[in-house]
């Protein structure tokens, strides 16, 4: 069975971090571009980083750049989010996304999707 499982969500004070982990189970990563993208309630999902198949080339919006670091282990087959001086407005579900070919913002592109795990920023 292809799966993409999240895991590394939680509650966290702002300015807090967290590191989200995608892993992969019945297929291998290497072949694959990997996105981060979120959901808060009420607001539609969004892609927040990108990492190439070799991850020489690396993707961020705006809203976490600075903030947050994408990185990519094969020899593990799994994918880092590194979360830095986290804002409130950073709570969503986050969903980690692989694509056969190149980063995209487009959801679309993306071919194997995780569970979501929840991240909260919040005093």
């Known amino acids: 069975q292809l799966q993409l499982v999240e895991s590394g969500g939680g509650l966290v004070q702002p300015g807090g971090s967290l590191r989200l982990s995608c892993a992969a189970s019945g297929f291998s990563l290497d072949y694959y571009a990997i996105g981060w993208f979120r959901q808060a309630p009420g607001k539609e999902l969004e892609g927040v980083s990108c990492?190439?198949?070799?991850?020489?080339?690396?993707n961020y919006a705006d809203s976490v750049k600075g903030r947050f670091t994408i990185s990519r282990d094969n020899a593990k087959n799994t994918v880092y989010l590194q979360m830095n001086s986290l804002k409130p407005e950073d709570t969503a579900v986050y969903y980690c996304?692989?694509?056969?070919?190149?980063?995209?913002?487009?959801?679309?592109?993306?071919?194997?999707w995780g569970q979501g795990t929840q991240v909260t920023v919040s005093s």
């Open positions: 996304a692989a694509a056969s070919g190149s980063c995209r913002w487009s959801i679309h592109s993306y071919d194997y």
């Open positions: 990492i190439s198949r070799s991850g020489g080339s690396t």
